[in-house]
């Protein structure tokens, strides 16, 4: 098992940047693939990123393409997100997750073992 605790969320002017931290403990890090979700009010949880255990392959939300970056260090045990060029449509609860199994569906919310309490990110326009 492991638990997962997000930080650095906040408020951010539209065009600012803001970086995600997602501190892991328990079982080894590096036995999990890296997701980052958000939801925002009012609707489902959505994919933005994700990360494989050795951090060799990433995908993004087409959102989130060009403008955020997903990264891990897997000997501090925690995985970022990058976000730049933020907009108001950013603005939501952001979530980290953790997988064991690399096959499936890496953007679906059921594929994921383990989430932290998330970490709120507010865009004023």
């Known amino acids: 098992q492991v638990q997962l605790v997000e930080s650095g969320g906040g408020l951010v002017q539209a065009g600012g940047s803001l970086k995600l931290s997602c501190a892991a403990s328990?079982?080894?890090?590096?036995?999990?693939?890296m997701g980052w979700f958000r939801q925002a009010p009012g609707k489902e949880r959505e994919f933005v990123a994700f990360?494989?255990?050795?951090?060799?392959?990433?995908y993004y939300s087409d959102p989130a393409k060009g403008r955020f970056t997903i990264s891990r260090d897997n000997a501090q045990n925690t995985v970022y997100l990058q976000m730049n060029s933020l907009k108001p449509e950013d603005a939501a609860v952001y979530y980290c997750?953790?997988?064991?199994?690399?096959?499936?569906?890496?953007?679906?919310?059921?594929?994921?073992?383990?989430w932290g309490q998330g970490t709120q990110v507010t865009v004023s326009s």
């Open positions: 997750a953790a997988r064991v199994r690399y096959s499936g569906r890496i953007s679906s919310v059921d594929e994921y073992d383990y």
């Open positions: 990360i494989s255990r050795v951090g060799g392959g990433t």
């Open positions: 328990g079982r080894t890090f590096s036995s999990y693939h």
